[in-house]
């Protein structure tokens, strides 16, 4: 059983930043992937930013040149850094991770962009 535990979510104004944090349980450099999904009220779990084992990542359109997903292997972490926040951005943003074909998810952090 792996555990993910987010963090970094809030408040903040249209055109901010944020970083967001998991930390997991194992050794991140076991999954083959890890990555950032978000909902949105009344919308579909989509995904942001994904990054595999070998180092590759993968954006929504909708966030490309402005999210970046990091990870530290030495502190089991992975990173989502968000720069020029819109409103739509508005959601809760779960962490996941890839171990073969199961995924484990975190509880969610909730992230609002707003004047």
């Known amino acids: 059983q792996v555990q993910l535990v987010e963090s970094g979510g809030g408040l903040v104004q249209p055109g901010g930043s944020l970083r967001l944090s998991c930390a997991a349980s194992?050794?991140?450099?076991?999954?083959?992937?890890m990555g950032w999904n978000r909902q949105a009220p009344g919308k579909q779990r989509e995904l942001v930013a994904r990054i595999i084992s070998g180092g590759g990542r993968t954006y929504a359109d909708s966030v490309k040149g402005r999210f970046t997903i990091s990870r530290d292997n030495a502190k089991n972490t992975v990173y989502l850094q968000m720069d020029s926040l819109k409103p739509e951005d508005t959601a809760v943003y779960y962490c996941?991770?890839?171990?073969?074909?199961?995924?484990?998810w975190g509880q969610g952090t909730q992230v609002t962009v707003s004047s």
């Open positions: 194992g050794s991140i450099s076991s999954f083959t992937a």
């Open positions: 996941n991770v890839q171990r073969g074909i199961v995924y484990y």
